[in-house]
């Protein structure tokens, strides 16, 4: 039954794809949408492949940015949430403030950074850092104070330092939050990377995007947002690989 309802996971989102496809190759053929306001499917993928070797230093300049900044968050983040766990005064008044830096559109942000840090690698890196960081945190700290208070006690009755209580017991019980965190602020990097590079630069696929729209090369423009949907997937399934290794009571038996 759940092998059954495991293949039904994966076959319906497939088809729902292929339909939003389908859809399009028929609105574009049939004229109803102008190519050159949306390019056939089949053009986007051959454009695609065309692009690959001219967007190589433009997709390893966006993947470090990425990376960097999403590891920068979760350290930030595991600080952070251990600190507003543990310090009830630190957490009254920092929460505030981290609900309303979200309110800030980060696009408005990405330009004060290029004043601030110039037009290299760090505006872009802090631009994924601050979209990435609130939803780990957050998630985090909710796993953080949902763990069973008697487990707590218990480990104080037995004279566990604070420390000890948070790596034996509190992290590793509220580590569903936190992937769950960790997996929203992985789709985001990318994003955050992208409007970084929107403010300048020397490469990037950020940079690269606005080139070919200013350009009008259409396909060109629909093929790197492939790029990025196919980097943003790849990070979030390596996430949800490293959740299924550590977490292996939370598998399906």
Not at 50 to 61: A, N, R, S, T, Y
Not at 79 to 91: F, G, Q
Not at 217 to 238: E, H, Q
């Given at each position: 039954?759940?092998?059954?309802?495991?293949?039904?996971?994966?076959?319906?989102?497939?088809?729902?794809?292929?339909?939003?496809?389908?859809?399009?190759?028929?609105?574009?053929?049939?004229?109803?949408?102008?190519?050159?306001?949306?390019?056939?499917?089949?053009?986007?993928?051959?454009?695609?492949?065309?692009?690959l070797p001219e967007c190589k230093?433009?997709?390893?300049?966006?993947?470090?940015?990425?990376?960097?900044?999403?590891?920068?968050?979760?350290?930030?983040?595991?600080?952070?949430?251990?600190?507003?766990?543990?310090?009830?005064?630190?957490?009254?008044?920092?929460?505030?403030?981290?609900?309303?830096?979200?309110?800030?559109?980060?696009?408005?942000?990405?330009?004060?950074?290029?004043?601030?840090?110039?037009?290299?690698?760090?505006?872009?890196?802090?631009?994924?850092?601050?979209?990435?960081?609130?939803?780990?945190?957050?998630?985090?700290?909710?796993?953080?104070?949902?763990?069973?208070?008697?487990?707590?006690?218990?480990?104080?009755?037995?004279?566990?330092?604070?420390?000890?209580?948070?790596?034996?017991?509190?992290?590793?019980?509220?580590?569903?939050?936190?992937?769950?965190?960790?997996?929203?602020?992985?789709?985001?990097?990318?994003?955050?990377?992208?409007?970084?590079?929107?403010?300048?630069?020397?490469?990037?696929?950020?940079?690269?995007?606005?080139?070919?729209?200013?350009?009008?090369?259409?396909?060109?423009?629909?093929?790197?947002?492939?790029?990025?949907?196919?980097?943003?997937?790849m990070i979030f399934k390596i996430?949800?690989?490293?959740?299924?290794?550590?977490?292996?009571?939370?598998?399906?038996?």
């Amino acid at each position: 039954m759940k092998k059954h309802t495991s293949i039904e996971d994966k076959v319906i989102p497939i088809i729902f794809i292929g339909i939003i496809i389908l859809l399009w190759h028929i609105s574009v053929s049939y004229g109803y949408i102008q190519p050159y306001m949306l390019p056939l499917p089949k053009d986007v993928i051959i454009t695609f492949f065309k692009i690959l070797p001219e967007c190589k230093e433009h997709i390893l300049v966006t993947v470090q940015e990425a990376v960097y900044g999403l590891l920068i968050a979760v350290v930030f983040s595991i600080i952070l949430a251990s600190l507003m766990d543990n310090i009830k005064i630190l957490r009254k008044a920092i929460y505030p403030v981290l609900v309303i830096s979200q309110t800030i559109p980060v696009i408005v942000l990405s330009p004060l950074f290029a004043v601030w840090f110039g037009m290299y690698m760090l505006p872009k890196v802090i631009m994924v850092v601050i979209v990435c960081f609130f939803p780990i945190v957050i998630s985090l700290l909710e796993g953080l104070e949902s763990v069973d208070e008697d487990l707590i006690n218990m480990m104080k009755s037995m004279g566990a330092s604070k420390f000890k209580i948070f790596t034996l017991v509190k992290f590793p019980a509220s580590m569903v939050n936190f992937f769950s965190g960790l997996k929203v602020a992985a789709t985001y990097s990318f994003m955050g990377a992208i409007i970084g590079e929107w403010m300048g630069g020397k490469a990037g696929l950020g940079l690269y995007i606005l080139r070919v729209k200013k350009s009008f090369l259409v396909d060109k423009l629909f093929a790197a947002i492939l790029l990025i949907i196919i980097f943003s997937m790849m990070i979030f399934k390596i996430i949800s690989y490293m959740q299924y290794r550590f977490m292996p009571w939370t598998r399906e038996k």
